[in-house]
């Protein structure tokens, strides 16, 4: 690479770079440094669980019920409710979704 294509990319990250070093000074700033302690978030995956909580039950039965028999191409297919991710939420996915029936997380 040449001393002045070199000289071209350098300057050209510098300018890309510059706002985003800028507004993380900032943002550093308006925090009085970095911050301190732990951000703690809880996550859980139930497959199952379509509206998120922690229990598979009538309410996520329903929505198994309108996806069921879907495909990948039809608007009421789901991909969260395909267990095995082949595109068709059939009788392996009702197993699946059989075998959780029921189970509430703590
Ligand atoms: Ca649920
Ligand atoms: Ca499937």
Known sequence: MSRLLR??????VD???QPLIRRTADLRARLGGLQSGD????????FGD???DKSVNGLDLTAFRNAFG???TDTNYVSFLDFNGDGAI????LSQFRNRF?????
């Open 7 to 12: 000289r071209i990319c350098s300057r050209a």
């Open 90 to 93: 059939n009788g392996t996915d």
């Open 50 to 52: 379509v509206n998120g």
């Open 70 to 72: 879907s495909v990948a």
């Open 39 to 46: 951000n703690v978030s809880n996550v859980h995956r139930l």
């Open 15 to 17: 300018v890309r770079a």
């Open 102 to 106: 029921g189970v509430v997380l703590p």
